[in-house]
């Protein structure tokens, strides 16, 4: 056969094509050899890339739910955000905007984990409350609004307590100490009417 392709071509030219021949033949048997390394390489990255996904959908942890705490005091925006459980104080601080330059630092655990449910207050400087508290907590166990560290805007969320009278709850604490509900009577402008509709919505720690 090769005498007949020297025949058709040149010398030369069939030199070349039987060498291409050659050639194309090696090549082949290479790639038939190579095969079954190339599936095993194929067969440990999809057993890594199905590791990888399972681990994408995995579920996540208890520290990664979502909790709900109520923030209000002396914060530029206060009221209802959602964190992730472990989160801390200074977390929900930013997120309501940031302390107000009234803020008193001395009386609150920036550092502190919150939890579900939890009511921060953020007291004024100078504003007195009556224990050491390392984060001050609006009923957060009753569901209760205590009189003793409750903002103004939430004094006002009681039936029949205005600006003026929540005013008035914050200025008689600062010198007295509600121990009983009942105290609250003392404070000018609230009656026994008055008193009789907000009892059962407050308490003094």
Do not use: C, W
């Not at 209760?144 to 939430?154: H, W, Y």
């Not at 029949?160 to 000018?188: C, H, M, P, Q, W």
């Amino acid at each position: 056969m090769g005498g007949q392709i020297l025949d058709f071509f040149t010398k030369r030219e069939g030199i070349v094509v039987i060498a291409s021949i050659f050639l194309i033949g090696i090549l082949l048997s290479i790639k038939a050899i190579g095969t079954p390394k190339e599936r095993e390489l194929e067969g440990v990255t999809s057993l890594i890339t199905s590791d990888l996904e399972k681990e994408d959908v995995a579920p996540l942890g208890k520290e990664d739910s979502l909790i709900m705490v109520h923030i209000s005091g002396e914060v530029y925006h206060p009221g209802i955000y959602e964190l992730v459980a472990g989160d801390r104080v200074v977390d929900a601080v930013n997120m309501a905007g940031g302390l107000s330059k009234q803020a008193d630092l001395d009386k609150v655990n920036l550092a502190k984990k919150i939890k579900d449910e939890e009511k921060i207050y953020i007291p004024a400087i100078g504003e007195e409350v009556p224990f050491t508290i390392d984060l001050v907590t609006n009923g957060e166990t009753s569901g209760k609004i205590n009189i003793n560290v409750a903002s103004s805007s939430d004094l006002e969320s009681l039936p029949g307590i205005g600006e003026v009278i929540a005013g008035r709850i914050i200025e008689y604490r600062k010198t007295n100490k509600f121990n009983k509900v009942e105290d609250i009577l003392e404070v000018s402008g609230i009656g026994q009417a008055k008193f009789e509709a907000i009892k059962d919505l407050i308490s003094t720690d």
